[in-house]
């Protein structure tokens, strides 16, 4: 009886350890031990912009070719996950899907959210939506003159909308970096002076996000994928836990290496290629790794 009383109280500590040291959200003690320290998964991350009637850039697609990857992944077993999911699995052993992908969309566009949003809810679906600040800033006071361009960036309102749905995870995709060069370091600008400017921003973007939409995210997109040695150490510094690139390959995810969540790789969404075509080539057989006992 007193090894049994004893196993159950050094069992009872490890899961409190866990807890204690965990920087997302508590989470019940029953999904800490989903996973075991070293566990792993693949999990293929999907990169998508805008979808239009007639794609003239590698970043469009239509919205028939968006619907058919919503089928083709649901008939292959795939479940869309948000990235706070991955962040849960990696600090928390919290399970994923048999088969998890993340669908990524960049800059926010608004005609994008209202044909994609209908999607979402047929297929069962959800998508991570990164938004650029200013522009949100921008076109919500624009749309109050309804002046408003080709390409219209989701107003504050669209964003609620969004993220009230259910289905569309709102992350950062700065507050105003998506310039030539990104969220890289100027060539002639000191470490210090990079530092000071790109948290800047980031706190901008969260306090314009939690004022206008009562939000907060923990993940960045890097504009243009953009990014210098220092990049995740700074953003690091800012309280984000994931951040995305743009460099195509798949993902292994470990339970227990929070470094696994930095620079994620996505593969491009092209246009005017089907949907077994296009997974056909990235789509990896499932595995997942239990650590050894």
Sequence with gaps: MFKSTAKKIMIMAFCLCVLLSTKTSATPLETIMGHALGDQIIVPIIMYHALEDTPDNKWEITAAEFESDLQYLRAAGYTAVFMQDLIDFVYNGKPLPQKPIVLSFDDGRSPTINIVLPMLEIYDSRISMA?????????????????????????????NIAAESGRVEISCHTYDLHGKIGAKKRKTESEAAYRKRFIGDLQKFANTLHENANLSTNTLVYPLGAISRMSDDVIKEAGYLASLSCNEKNNMLVVGDYDCLYSLNRFLR???????????????????????S
């Design 131 to 159: 938004i650029i600040g200013k522009e949100t800033d921008h076109y919500t006071e624009l749309s109050k003159t309804k002046n408003i361009a080709r390409h219209p960036h989701m107003t504050w309102d669209d964003v």
């Design 270 to 292: 092209p246009p005017r290629k089907s949907s077994e075509n296009f997974f056909s080539q990235i789509l990896e057989p499932e595995i997942t790794t239990d650590a050894p």
